[in-house]
C-alpha cells in the first residue's frame, strides 16, 4: 500500500454506513438501526397481509397503541433515570375503574377526570417517597404497589367490570383524521421528549442514571428528581387509565395488567439501558410501534394469541442481547482506545 493509499483507507473508512452509524452515539445509532428493523417488519407484514397497509388498519394500529405509548412515555423517564415502576399498570386500572364509578354515579367527566389525574399522581407520590426514603429496590417496591392496586380495583368493582356510556370521546373520537388516544399518546410522548431534553429535571434524570453517586457531589437533588419522576408517572397511568375505559367502553379491574411489562419492553427496544443513563423518546416510540406492528400483523393472519406472546417474547430477548452486546462492543472499544 502506497503513503497515499495508507491516509486515505481510515479516511474514506470513517465515510462508511457504520461510521456514519457510530458518529450518532450509541442512542441515535440504535435508534437508526431500530427504524430500519420497524421498516423491514411493515414491508414483511404488507406482503403477509393484504390489508395491513389500508389506511383503517393503519388507524386501529394508531389507536391500539396508544394506552401503551402513554405508559412508555412514563417508563422511558423513570427508566433513564435509573428507576422503574411496575404499579402503573394496575395504577392504570384502579383509576379507569374509579372514573367508571364516578361517570355511572352522576359525576361530571371533567369531575372524574382531575379526581383520577390526582389519584395518579398521589399513587407516584408515595411510590417516589417510598423508594428514596427506604432506599428499596423500585423493582420491588413497585411491585409491592402493583399488588396493592390490583386488590383495590378488584374490591372496588367486586371482579366485574363497570360499563361506561357517557365518556367515549376520548376514545372514539377523531382529531383531523387522528383517532383522540393516539393524538393524546402522541403529545405525552412529545412532552417526554422535551422533557428529558431541554429542562433540568429532565437532564438531571439522565445524569442520575448514568451515575448516582457523581450526580450527588455535583449537587442534583436526587431525592427531589426521583419523587417528581415518579409522580409524572402516576399521573401519565392515571391518563392511560382514561384513555382505556374511553376506548373500550368499559372499566375492568385488570384492564391495565402486564401493560406495564410491555412499556418496559418497548423502552428497552428503543434503546433504553436498564441501569440507567441512557434512552430517548425517539427509540420508545419506535419500541412501542413495532410491539403493536407485530400484534396487529399477528390478528390478522389468525395466529393464536399463545403464538403471538412468543413472538413478542423473541423479540424482546433479542432486542435486549443485542442492546448488552452494543454495550459490550462499545465498552471494549474504548477501553483498546
Same mark, same amino acid.
Given at each position: ?25 450509541? #442512542? @441515535?445509532?440504535?435508534? $437508526?438501526? /431500530? *427504524? =430500519?428493523?420497524?421498516?423491514?417488519? +411493515?414491508?414483511?407484514?404488507?406482503? !403477509? ?54 361517570? #355511572? @354515579?352522576?359525576?361530571? $367527566?371533567? /369531575? *372524574? =377526570?382531575?379526581?383520577?389525574?390526582? +389519584?395518579?399522581?398521589?399513587?407516584? !407520590? ?63 410522548? =412529545? ?75 418497548? =423502552? ?70
Amino acid at each position: 500500500m502506497s503513503a497515499v493509499d495508507s491516509l486515505t483507507a481510515p479516511s474514506a473508512a470513517r465515510r462508511g454506513p457504520l461510521a456514519a452509524l457510530r458518529r450518532l452515539g450509541p #442512542t @441515535g445509532s440504535h435508534v $437508526a438501526a /431500530l *427504524a =430500519v428493523v420497524l421498516l423491514v417488519v +411493515i414491508v414483511v407484514a404488507s406482503l !403477509l397481509s393484504e390489508t395491513f397497509l389500508t389506511s383503517d388498519n393503519l388507524l386501529n394500529v394508531a389507536r391500539q397503541v396508544a394506552v401503551l405509548g402513554i405508559l412508555a412515555g412514563a417508563t422511558t423517564l423513570l427508566m433513564v433515570s435509573g428507576g422503574i415502576d411496575l404499579s402503573i399498570g394496575a395504577c392504570a386500572s384502579l383509576c379507569g375503574v374509579i372514573a367508571a364509578k364516578m361517570l #355511572t @354515579g352522576g359525576d361530571s $367527566a371533567t /369531575l *372524574a =377526570v382531575l379526581a383520577v389525574l390526582a +389519584i395518579g399522581m398521589g399513587v407516584g !407520590l408515595l411510590n417516589g417517597i417510598a423508594i428514596v426514603v427506604s432506599n428499596a429496590p423500585p423493582l420491588i417496591l413497585t411491585l409491592g404497589t402493583m399488588s396493592i392496586l390490583e386488590g383495590f380495583s378488584q374490591a372496588t368493582t367486586n371482579a366485574e367490570t363497570i360499563p361506561v356510556s357517557n365518556f367515549g370521546w376520548l376514545g372514539a373520537a377523531t382529531l383531523a383524521g387522528i383517532p383522540m388516544p393516539a393524538f393524546v399518546a402522541g403529545l405525552v410522548l =412529545v412532552a417526554c421528549g422535551l422533557l428529558l431534553r431541554f429542562t433540568r429535571l429532565g437532564r438531571d434524570a439522565l445524569a442520575i442514571g448514568g451515575n448516582e453517586h457523581a450526580s450527588f457531589v455535583a449537587g442534583i437533588g436526587i431525592r427531589r428528581v426521583k419523587v417528581a419522576l415518579y409522580v409524572i408517572a402516576g399521573g401519565l397511568a392515571a391518563l392511560a387509565g382514561l384513555v382505556l375505559v374511553s376506548r373500550v367502553g368499559a372499566a375492568s379491574p385488570m384492564g391495565g395488567v402486564g401493560l406495564e411489562l410491555q412499556a418496559v419492553a418497548a =423502552v428497552v427496544i428503543g434503546g433504553a439501558s436498564l441501569a440507567g443513563g441512557r434512552g430517548s423518546v425517539a427509540g420508545t416510540v419506535l419500541g412501542v410501534v413495532l410491539l403493536g406492528v407485530i400484534t396487529n400483523v399477528l390478528n390478522l393472519l389468525n395466529v393464536q394469541t399463545y403464538y403471538q406472546s412468543v413472538a413478542t417474547g423473541a423479540v424482546i430477548a433479542i432486542a435486549v442481547m443485542s442492546g448488552q452486546a452494543g454495550t459490550r462492543w462499545r465498552s471494549d472499544r474504548a477501553g483498546g482506545h
